[in-house]
């Protein structure tokens, strides 16, 4: 009876709760009961997060009985549904969790694969060294149905065994960071964690796929793939659906950046057509016909994308894509269209996001920009860059740490109004430095989160912006060898191709007007086009022989 009628006083007092707790050191069922009563007090107190920052504290305190920190790290996994931004972002400063639930533990692997990008990201410009080799690069990334894959042919295809449920095998040495690297293992341990049939099974393939690729493990990364695609779909199961076409675009680009472009193309087509990502499948699919020299279909791929259904997906490679094709068809002028095009809508864009970056050296600075809210963004960010800013400004990660930073700082603040009884205990004395670092550490993961994402939208522009300086170089020498030799060069020969339709199409002209039926079957037709044959791209099977003579160059 005694310990009923403490427990219901501290029910009362958070700080007497804390108080009873730490100097009874408890075990078992008592210890959480008595983890459940400071929690509901400080919940009772309207401060439910520093409670999630109390839990953190106690689950790693040496100085506590194995059952209180047993109870604070069940308490605090629980609260993750509720919390979801403090509590995964203290589990993943935890050296030891414990065993989390599958879908937390799913949720704080996405965690540490993030940070393990931002130690160390893709190097800026690797997806391309030359012109003939850019497309898809491998990335760290619906529909009612979708086929089924023919799981043995596509492993086979793929150069894997059939999908099975098994841990992935470890990732070769990588030159990477060491914390980088700690956080891939971190990554792709928790994955492992998830038992084969869990509902989430899924969730973790695709986080051990993506953490293989960081890690530099490709041949994970395809098993892990191929075992996502393989995961029955329910119908009507939006969610398992988009997983599934997520893990056909990562072959798709396993099997491009491998050289096997026909592999590359099937795997882009089981993309649903309704799905989020057949746009983006559709667009890649384009660098695969492209280097089979399907220029024309390559070229009706580009033309859906463009269509007004569309207007507000970011499509700018589409452009140099464009006035590579032309190029290598002899269509000069329409090649310079294209990269006129490309500069007139990019250029600024570039440069405002650029300027953007400038204006925030440090995370901190990001976070400030973040906390001023639309006003501050019209006020810091240039007009061309400020949609983009804009859009990734509101990605759900990013204001979910800064609403949680900001409820944060006003439970710390309401310490201040409370009775001086409570101001002085034990229990504020520990944990108002926690909430407050808490609160900075919300605040930098906000702010690292805007400046990786704006600032890998402005190296993808700079990269594009420098091919598309490099291939109006390229026609500038091909117009000038061609006008030195008119008339005798075969080079300046051209011939007409039918257009390529299959034998179960028909072909109708278009009009400028768009059917949704239609988008992703238009065919371009490119009429005059070069006599010489294009020499073959070179692919990673492949590599490109070393050129005669390069366009532009002068003669001897």
């Known amino acids: 009876m005694t310990v009923v009628v403490a427990l219901l006083i501290a029910a009362a007092d958070p700080a007497a709760a804390y108080k009873d707790l730490d100097r009874s050191k408890p075990a078992g069922d008592e210890a959480r009961t008595r983890i459940s009563t400071v929690v509901q007090s400080l ?10 920052v109390l839990l953190a504290a106690l689950a790693a305190d040496p100085d506590q009985s194995e059952g209180v920190r047993a109870a604070a790290r069940a308490q605090l996994a629980a609260r993750a549904g509720e919390d979801p931004s403090l509590v995964q972002l203290l589990l993943s400063d935890m050296a030891d969790p414990g065993k989390l639930p599958p879908a937390l533990a799913v949720a704080v692997a996405r965690g540490h694969l993030e940070r393990a990008l931002q130690i160390a990201p893709p190097e800026e410009g690797a997806a391309f060294e030359t012109l003939s080799q850019q497309g898809p690069s491998v990335q760290a990334a619906s529909t009612e149905s979708v086929p089924r894959p023919l799981d043995k ?29 700690r956080e891939l293992d971190a990554a792709r341990a928790l994955a492992a964690s998830v038992p084969a049939g869990d509902a989430v099974e ?33 119908r009507g199961d939006a969610v398992a659906a988009q997983r599934r076409n997520q893990a056909y675009m990562q072959l798709a680009r396993l099997a491009y950046q491998n ?13 649903g057509r309704g799905a989020p990502e057949w746009l983006d499948a559709l667009f890649e699919s384009s660098w695969a016909q492209f280097r089979r020299g399907e220029d024309e279909k390559a070229l009706g791929n580009l033309l859906t994308l463009h269509a007004p259904f569309f207007q507000d997906r970011f499509f700018p490679e589409s452009l140099v894509l464009k006035a590579l094709v032309m190029y290598e068809n002899c269509r000069y002028p329409d090649a310079r269209a294209a990269l006129a095009e490309f500069q007139q809508r990019y250029q600024a864009m570039h440069d405002g996001l650029a300027q953007t970056l400038a204006g925030l050296p440090t995370p901190q600075a990001a976070s400030d920009l973040l906390m001023r809210g639309p006003v501050g963004l019209q006020q810091v960010v240039p007009p061309a860059a400020r949609e983009q800013v804009a ?14 930073a900001v409820q944060l700082a006003q439970e710390i603040d309401s310490i201040d109004r409370r009775p001086e009884t409570f101001r002085g205990s034990g229990l504020i004395v520990r944990l108002a430095p926690l909430a407050r670092q808490a609160r900075v550490r919300l605040l930098m993961v906000a702010g690292r989160r805007l400046i990786a994402r704006v600032d890998a939208e402005r190296a993808m522009l700079r990269e594009l912006l420098a091919q598309s300086l490099r291939l109006s170089y390229e026609i500038a020498g091909r117009e000038k060898e061609l006008a030195a030799e008119r008339g005798t060069a075969p080079n300046a020969q051209t011939r007409k191709d039918p257009p390529q339709v299959s034998d179960d199409e028909e072909l109708w002209p278009f009009q400028g007007e768009y059917w949704r039926d239609e988008l992703g079957s238009y065919r371009y037709q490119l009429g005059q086009r070069c006599k010489r044959p294009r020499s073959p791209l070179p692919t990673a099977s492949q590599p490109a022989p070393a050129p005669e003579k390069v366009a532009g160059t002068p003669k001897d």
Not at 43 to 52: D, G, H, Q
Not at 213 to 229: I, Y
Not at 391 to 404: M, Y
């Open 43 to 52: 919940n009772e107190f309207a401060m439910p997060r520093s409670a999630s």
């Open 153 to 181: 042919e596509l492993a086979s295809a793929m150069g894997q065994p059939a999908p099975e449920p098994a841990p992935a095998p470890a990732p070769e040495p990588q030159r990477m960071p060491a914390a980088a690297q």
């Open 259 to 271: 050289g096997d472009d026909a592999l590359a193309a099937k795997l882009y087509e089981r993309v």
């Open 391 to 404: 859009q990734i400004e509101q990605d759900g990660d990013i204001r979910g740490a800064l609403l949680a």
């Open 202 to 234: 899924g969730d973790a393939r695709e986080v051990a796929g993506l953490a293989a690729l960081a890690a530099g493990d490709a041949a994970s990364a395809t098993k892990e793939f191929l075992a996502v695609a393989d995961l029955p779909v329910r």
